[in-house]
């Protein structure tokens, strides 16, 4: 290892002398006989670790050259030798923080290396805290960035547009949404298992007034009873077998954002309890604890049983749903829907291309009739999900045809009117074989393809969205 620099000042060349054999075996010494060699040496050495300095010199005392010091050389530990009664000088420069110690002529050798030993030391722990808080200021700064990319990815993410469709059932979830996003009140979210109700919840979230804190999710049907009251408010040590140490819970967690409580039908009669007393009160205590700490956290739940009516059997406690339903929005099922299909499952093939990057260049007509006959008791989640499989299947730069959908679409009778074989159904059909006829012989070019049909380039895009054509 590199020994330490220590720069030793004194104006008699005996003691500069002993002062150098004495300080040599442990550190690469550095003399000067007047403040100005002094402050030459620190500036051809900035990284000089102590300085030993004799006060009583002609020109410039020790202190003066130590204060003249103190902004060029910060970390530089400062020790005075002096043989002199000036001790009140001494003791000021050392409250003021420029002296790390002083020691009195004739010094004890003893005294003196410790003295140093111990002055280097502060210096390397004093350099390396530096480095550490610039590494520190530098990490939280790559965080800061990280987590601004992160926020504006999520708000990316979940933007309305991710609530795919143009159907009237959708266009009336959304009102309520955009509503929901313009204050802070409490939302309860229903419908049926696959409609988006987490994705309802985000997009209020990213795009509301707690938009930049956190967005902390929990299923109450997923946790076994006996933790979920640990796992949402916390607890103190000791509180049951297993608590070794105090844990916050998801509202601290969630403290100053929103927190997304699913499936919240589930959720067991004592914590009820314990979740009206957070809304009326806005403070939470940790399992085992008396003491309070007060929660700013947007409460968003959702369910997909119909509380209402299970409050009114008393299955589910009046207050609270009262107090948890202020603003209800409730998602579709997408049998209500199924002018909307076709919109989301292009939307999921245009995410697995942007995955995959297979190029599987769209839907048949005959495959989106078969995908729009069927009522999806799964709903959106259940069509993604299709959609996955299908693309699995499909080769490269093609097409999805009805032959790569799961068995249960080939038994729908294509005759039937509800399996998209209605007048409308066959226009659309045949509209969409003459789109994809011109397309291919303008070599895939839209602005071509658009003048050729008569129809802007927007509106082209919109058909070849509408009939899975991109």
């Known amino acids: 290892m590199t020994q330490p620099r220590v720069l030793v000042v004194d104006d008699e060349p005996a003691s500069v002398g002993l002062l150098r054999i004495t300080l040599g075996q442990e550190f690469e010494v550095h003399v000067a006989t007047g403040g100005d060699a002094a402050l030459a040496l620190l500036a051809e050495h900035p990284d000089m670790a102590v300085a030993v300095v004799d006060q009583r010199m002609p020109g410039m005392t020790g202190t003066e050259v130590l204060r003249r010091t103190s902004g060029t050389h910060p970390h530089l530990v ?7 009664s000036d001790i009140e000088a001494l003791i000021a420069a050392v409250n003021e923080g420029r002296v790390y110690r002083y020691l009195t002529k004739p010094w004890n050798r003893d005294e003196l290396v410790a003295t140093v ?7 390397d722990l004093t350099v ?4 550490m808080q610039a590494e520190l200021a530098a990490a939280n700064a790559r965080l800061r960035v990280e987590n601004a990319g992160l926020q504006r990815e999520a708000r990316g993410k979940y933007r309305f547009a991710d609530l795919v469709g143009t ?77 070794l140490e105090d844990r916050k819970g998801l509202f601290e967690t969630a403290q100053g954002g929103t927190l997304f409580l699913d499936e919240i039908g589930d959720c067991p009669a004592e914590l009820q309890t314990r979740l009206l007393r957070v809304l009326d009160q806005r403070e939470i205590r940790r399992v085992g604890d008396t003491k309070p700490i007060p929660v700013d ?12 009516r299970e409050a009114e059997a008393g299955a589910f406690r009046r207050d609270l749903y009262y107090r948890l339903s202020v603003f209800t929005i409730v998602t579709p099922p997408l049998r ?33 009739a078969r995908l ?15 959609v996955e499989r299908a693309y699995a299947l499909a080769d490269r730069d093609a097409c999805i045809t009805p032959d790569l959908l799961s068995p249960r679409y080939a038994a729908l009778d294509p005759l039937a009117p ?13 509209e969409a074989e003459h789109i994809r006829e011109i397309l291919r012989r303008n070599g895939g070019h839209q602005g071509r393809t658009a003048e050729m049909l008569g129809i802007s380039r927007r509106g082209l895009i919109d058909k070849l969205n509408k009939y899975g054509l991109r």
């Open 167 to 243: 159907s009237a059932a959708l266009r009336r979830m959304l009102d309520l949404v955009e509503r929901a996003v313009l204050t802070d009140t409490t939302v309860l979210v229903t419908g049926e298992t696959g409609t988006g109700k987490e994705l309802v919840a985000r997009a209020i979230h990213y795009n509301g007034l707690r938009r930049d804190r956190a967005f902390v999710t929990e299923n109450c049907g997923a946790i076994a009873s006996d933790l979920l009251s640990s796992e949402l408010f916390g607890h103190k040590r000791g509180a049951f077998t297993g608590a």
């Open 78 to 84: 400062r020790i005075i030798l002096t043989g002199y």
């Open 372 to 386: 729009a006959a069927y009522d999806f008791p799964g709903n959106v989640r259940e069509l993604q999900n299709e």
């Open 117 to 123: 030993r111990q002055a280097a030391e502060l210096h």
């Open 336 to 368: 209500e829907r199924k002018e909307d299909i076709p919109l989301i499952a292009t939307r999921a093939l245009e995410r697995l291309n942007g995955v995959y990057e297979r190029g599987v260049t769209g839907f048949t007509p005959e495959a989106l």
């Open 128 to 131: 390396a805290n530096v480095r």
């Open 297 to 308: 956290v947007r409460i968003i739940t959702a369910t997909h049983r119909d509380l209402e």
């Open 418 to 430: 509800e399996a998209g074989h209605t007048l409308r159904a066959a226009l659309d059909r045949a």
